[in-house]
């Protein structure tokens, strides 16, 4: 008997179903935060960026083959959220690819660092949306969604040299707008 239960745990901790949604687990609490600020940063929309990040995992529980492998899954997961922001723009409500919501700034502590705050987010805003769609795509998955410059190209199909270069001379051209702003390399404008 005692033989018995040991033989059915050990196949209990083999069972596939249950690594699989373990591993599905771990993947979704990792990854879940980074999907979703991704498409907060491209959608400029908390609804939209939560139902992108939802039907991300949606998709991912129906197909994603091995969770548990992190850098295919993750790949995989981002490819996803690319793909549904580009749906949401095509979507004829869709707000500017480069716009920055006020609300995607955490609120501050007085109505002076709150005027402040949202003063930055709209000089940031206009700056952004100077640059092309790529290279605020790819600040988005370097900065939002943390990922590193590999993962980046594996992700626009490009090289990590090239997403580099390209990081590179976005921040150049955001920091030069920031500058023509009025702003420096501190936090505020010049006085």
Not at 47 to 60: G, K, N, P
Not at 107 to 134: F, I, K, N, Y
Request: hydrophobic content about 45%; some cysteine.
């Amino acid at each position: 008997m005692i033989e018995a239960v040991r033989q059915f745990s050990l196949r209990l901790g083999r069972d596939p179903v249950a690594r699989r949604d373990e591993a599905f687990g771990a993947l979704f609490e990792a990854q879940f935060d980074r999907i979703y600020a991704f498409a907060r940063f491209r959608t400029a929309d908390e609804a939209a960026a939560e139902d992108i990040a939802a039907e991300v995992f949606a998709r991912a529980w129906s197909k994603l083959r091995d969770p548990a492998d992190v850098d295919a899954a993750t790949a995989w997961l981002f490819t996803t959220a690319r793909r549904l922001v580009v749906d949401h723009y095509r979507r004829p409500s869709a707000e500017a690819v480069g716009s920055m919501a006020e609300s995607a700034h955490p609120s501050s502590s007085s109505p002076e660092d709150a005027a402040l705050s949202s003063e930055r987010l709209a000089v940031l805003a206009r700056c952004m949306s100077g640059l092309t769609d790529r290279e605020r795509e790819i600040i988005g998955l370097r900065f939002v969604a943390r990922l590193r410059n590999r993962e980046i190209g594996s992700l626009v199909r490009t090289s990590e040299g090239n997403v580099a270069k390209i990081l590179h001379r976005a921040l150049r051209k955001l920091r030069e707008r920031l500058t023509a702003e009025g702003y420096a390399a501190s936090n505020g404008p010049e006085e």
